[in-house]
Structures are given as C-alpha cells and as structure tokens.
C-alpha cells in the first residue's frame, strides 16, 4: 500500500502489546520499518525497556523507530494499580528513562543516578542492529516537547491534550496557528539539533470525499471546534486524493512536517495518497 512504517500503541485495553508484535510484522515484510506510538514510559523500567528494544532491532534486521511518551489515561493506570502521577512528575521520569534507553540503545556501560532511576555500570544485550535507534517523543505540552526536541531523533505532535483523568480532550494546539506555536517552542528548545530533527504529526481523520466541509462538519459534530479551523488544521485530512496529497505537501513546506500518521481504519483512504506523493 505504500506505507514506510507500522506503529502500535501501548494501551491496557483489548490491543496487542507493542514490541513482541512489531517482531511479526517485521518477519512478513522485508521494507517495513516498525515502531511503537508510543511506549507508556511508567509501564516500563528504562534498563528493561532497552534490553526488550535492543532485542526487536535485532530480531526485525535493524528496522525499530521506538516511540516513547509520559502516558495520559489514567484509567488504565487505576485497573492496573499503577500510581498516576501529575503530569510534570510523569515527563520528568520520561526525560530521565530517554536519556537511559537512548545511551544503552547506543551501547554505551551505563551509570545514571536520578531523582527517579538509578542504573550502575549497565550495558544492554543483546546489541542492536542499528548503530543508532531513531527515537520519538511525542505529546502536546511544552515539557514533553523541550524533552523531544533535545533528546529525540522524532518529535511527535498531537495537538491536543488530555483532559487530566477523564477521556476527553482539549485541543489546545489543533489549528495551523496552534502548531506553528509548538514547532517555534522545539525550535527554541532544540538549538543547533533542530535541522537534524524530523517533525511527525498525527492525523485524527482522513475522509476521501468531493466534500470536505460537510465530512468536518460530521467529524467535530460532538467537539467544540469551528468548521474551518477543522479544514484547515495539520491533524486532519479531508477533500479527493489529489487534494489531500497537495494539503500534505503544503504542510510539509509550512510547518515543516515529514512523517504523517494515521490510523488504521485510515489505510485504504490514504494509500492513494501515498502514491500521488511518490
């Protein structure tokens, strides 16, 4: 169908776990690349992270993108019995398990001492196959961004957030405006790493339709969101073939995004798109 990559989340619910997976989508393909989107950074130790990450790069033939977040639902948390903590208190255990899986990742003997992880004198195994692992780190707020934009060979944007402890969302950075915002505060954060940086977006909706208004106007019905913010938002996908890889182009020139995400349900849509852009 065209598609560089598979991604799979990392949720407590009724969806396969990440990692063992990619190994079966990896042994069926011989191009795909695989990755996860991400990783919940609390279900996991960073050392522990690592040696299982080392171990699908190995195993995929040097095909592993690992995504990494600070995690957002906490429902899965409390069915789990997991502490969910505030949010600064999660990305700050993200921005330590980052720097701890990126150096093991790069098989560096590791010694790290945190407010939050302790490693002495660890060294992953197996080694990886990749000399380095490209790493993503996604989200909306601005801690987890900074963390991206100095750490992360990714930087994921979501444009939304989630409403702390329920399901619902805000979607505090969902207009073009919105995420020119964002890009200018990883800009700042990042420094001389930005060129080397690549810029992902997560697309929430792509509807093949000769009428885009009318397939917003079903979209956003149950959101609090202005028709033409949705038409002329990054994270969303509306209007013929042609038309969606013509709004792609266009973004990728205005905000500078290379790597478009969709969902799965989005696959037969898109795949058309894929190749106008080839």
């Known amino acids: 169908m065209g598609f560089d990559v598979l991604l799979v989340a990392d949720h407590l619910d009724e969806s396969f776990p990440p990692l063992a997976t990619l190994c079966t989508a990896a042994e069926a393909t011989e191009h795909l690349r695989v990755g996860t989107f991400v990783v919940n950074n609390d279900f996991r130790h960073p050392v522990l992270l690592a040696r299982d990450a080392a171990t699908v790069d190995l195993l995929t033939d040097g095909r592993l993108e690992l995504g990494l977040g600070a995690g957002h639902m906490k429902a899965e948390y409390d069915a789990a019995g997991l502490r969910f903590d505030p949010p600064a208190l999660r990305v700050a255990r993200l921005g330590e398990s980052v720097q701890i899986v990126r150096d093991?990742?790069?098989?560096?003997?590791?010694?790290?001492?945190?407010?939050?992880?302790?490693?002495?004198?660890?060294?992953?195994?197996?080694?990886?196959?990749q000399a380095h692992v490209p790493m993503l780190v996604g989200g909306n707020g601005k801690r987890v961004l900074a963390l991206a934009a100095q750490f992360a060979d990714i930087v994921g944007f979501t444009g939304f957030s989630q409403v702390e402890g329920e399901r619902g969302v805000r979607l505090t950075h969902f207009t073009s405006e919105g995420l020119s915002r964002q890009v200018e505060h990883v800009r700042a954060a990042a420094g001389d790493r930005f060129d080397t940086l690549e810029l992902n977006a997560l697309v929430q909706q792509v509807a093949t339709t000769n009428n885009p208004r009318g397939a917003m106007e079903g979209f956003i019905g149950a959101l609090d969101y202005n028709v033409d913010d949705a038409l002329d938002s990054p994270f969303l996908l509306a209007g013929t073939h042609n038309e969606m890889a013509e709004a792609l182009r266009q973004r990728r020139e205005r905000f500078g995004l290379s790597y478009f995400v969709v969902f799965e349900q989005a696959m037969d849509d898109f795949a058309p798109v894929i190749h106008r852009l080839r």
């Open 104 to 129: 093991l990742l790069a098989g560096d003997t590791v010694t790290f001492t945190g407010e939050h992880y302790t490693v002495r004198g660890h060294r992953v195994y197996p080694r990886p196959t």
